[in-house]
């Protein structure tokens, strides 16, 4: 009764963000200024989004005065951008929406996935398609399935961290390179202060895409210790912006974040500097595409052709974004001229070497990999922070030998075992996968997060228990 119960009580939480989510877009769409008599209606273009509303505010005010809005009738842009648990319902529950813009390739793979995707087949927009590059930095820049492009990277993201250079002086933390340096048991000595911000994956694309980055670049079971690491050492924020300000404001010393964060960071609070990792993490194409619920396709393509054209591209170099166009060729253009930064930024990004990522790994273990975090590292983080400050202390002040350390900081965060039915299950690579599209939807979800919560406790507290604590 109990888990029936829970279950009816997530999904009425799911149908009241979606009532809130679709009451909020009808609301905002009842403001838009209606045509005078005599007047013909215009086109106002729907699109779901990850994009910040700056990047809104500078969409509209650009492209609704270019000639292609103008030869197309399009008057307005409408934005909706829910949590990336959510696109799935909003564009079921809105039903008419244009297009999808930013989030990364995993949400838009999910889009294509749940069948959401239309393919881009206007001509012009397909030539201005052909002047992006297929790649960049080993990323694809656009997705085919069946010689049919569905969708096209309008920016370039790299992931990596912000770190606060005062604040890291004045703590005497040592300047971090790498994700282990984050890890490190060095950056656990003010513990149970954090010196390390991020986002629960439910809560930030970004994030997410960092913690599939780790797990691909050490393997699942090391990938996941050193996850916990990282998490014991910081405090987990609502979202990546809330993890953003904590670095900015001097709350933490280092906070793992997509580039544009830290490029925009650098420029508004000086003393902060991104860090790439060297060979430890990836770039990303962000998408843009056509969905299927379009009922101005013409018209939904021709904002794609303007996002990638040099024009449309010149959005990113506003200060007020930072972001890495998809198109070298915006930089020789007069706005291009005076972000030599940013040119600078796009040079090392395409030089460093990324590490091989498959996609649709990150794919097939998303919904498992987000709610697993949440359970064990966010859900019962002070008792993780506590299990891990003892094996710092005794560490550091000599009372554990190095082969002790790699011992116990494995235990902490290696992946989960647990009973169920009269079987011992662990969170395996292949069970994650097994339960992840059930995840998605919902089902088994309150079961596991219960079950990994309590077993997460548990070793904690065991691990206190075996060191003395």
Same mark, same amino acid.
């Given at each position: ?166 604040? &890291?002086?004045?703590? @005497?933390? +040592? %300047?971090?390179?790498?994700? /282990?340096? !984050?890890?490190?048991?060095?950056? #656990? ?40 690491? &990282?998490?014991?050492? @910081?405090? +987990? %924020?609502?979202?990546?912006? /809330?993890? !953003?300000?904590?670095?900015?404001? #001097? ?60 024009? #449309? ?157």
């Amino acid at each position: 009764m109990s888990r029936a119960l829970t279950k009816i009580q997530a999904t009425a939480v799911l149908v009241i963000l979606i009532v809130a989510i679709v009451g909020g877009w009808y609301a905002y769409q009842s403001m838009v200024t209606p045509p005078q008599e005599g007047e013909e209606e215009g086109i106002v273009l729907k699109i779901i989004t990850r994009h910040s509303s700056t990047i809104w505010n500078l969409a509209k005010k650009y492209f609704l005065t270019s000639d292609i809005a103008k030869e197309y009738n399009i008057t307005g842009l409408s934005f909706i951008g829910p949590n990336p648990v959510l696109w799935r319902q909003t564009i079921e529950a809105v039903g008419d929406l244009d297009i999808a813009w930013g989030g990364g390739p995993t949400l838009f793979d999910e889009l294509i996935s749940f069948g959401f995707v239309a393919p881009i087949n206007d001509e012009e927009t397909l030539a201005v398609v052909a002047e992006i590059p297929d790649e960049f930095g080993g990323a694809p820049l656009k997705r085919y399935d069946d010689g049919k492009l569905l969708w096209v990277a309008s920016a370039i993201s790299s992931f990596g961290f912000i770190v606060n250079e005062p604040v &890291l002086n004045e703590w @005497g933390l +040592p %300047y971090p390179q790498l994700w /282990e340096d !984050l890890a490190s048991p060095e950056f #656990g000595v003010l513990l149970p202060k954090p010196t390390i911000a991020y986002a629960r994956p439910t809560q930030s694309t970004s994030h997410t895409r960092i913690y599939e980055i780790i797990l691909q670049k050490f393997g699942w079971d090391q990938g996941w210790a050193i996850i916990a690491r &990282l998490a014991a050492n @910081g405090r +987990p %924020y609502s979202g990546s912006v /809330e993890a !953003l300000s904590a670095v900015q404001s #001097g709350e933490v010393a280092v906070s793992i974040a997509i580039d544009f964060y830290g490029y925009s960071s650098e420029v508004q609070f000086p003393g902060t500097k991104y860090v790439l990792p060297f060979n430890e993490s990836i770039v990303n194409g962000d998408p843009i595409a056509l969905l299927k619920t379009s009922t101005h396709p013409d018209a939904a393509q021709a904002f794609i052709r303007w996002i990638i054209s040099v024009d #449309g591209q010149k959005i990113w170099l506003d200060k007020s974004v930072n972001r890495m166009p998809v198109r070298e060729d915006v930089f020789k253009t007069p706005e291009g001229r005076k972000r030599p930064d940013l040119y600078a930024n796009y040079n090392a990004t395409k030089a460093n070497i990324g590490i091989p990522f498959d996609d649709n790994l990150a794919l097939s273990i998303e919904y498992s990999m987000r709610y697993y975090f949440d359970a064990v590292f966010a859900d019962v983080h002070d008792k993780l922070v506590q299990a891990w400050s003892l094996i710092v202390t005794k560490y550091l002040n000599g009372e554990m030998s190095q082969e002790e350390f790699e011992y116990w900081a494995y235990e902490l965060g290696k992946p989960l075992s647990w009973e169920e039915d009269g079987q011992i299950v662990t969170f395996t690579l292949e069970f994650a996968q097994s339960i992840n599209d059930a995840l998605g939807t919902g089902e088994l979800l309150s079961k596991y997060q219960k079950i990994w919560r309590e077993a997460a406790n548990a070793r904690y507290q065991s691990i206190i228990e075996q060191l003395g604590g």
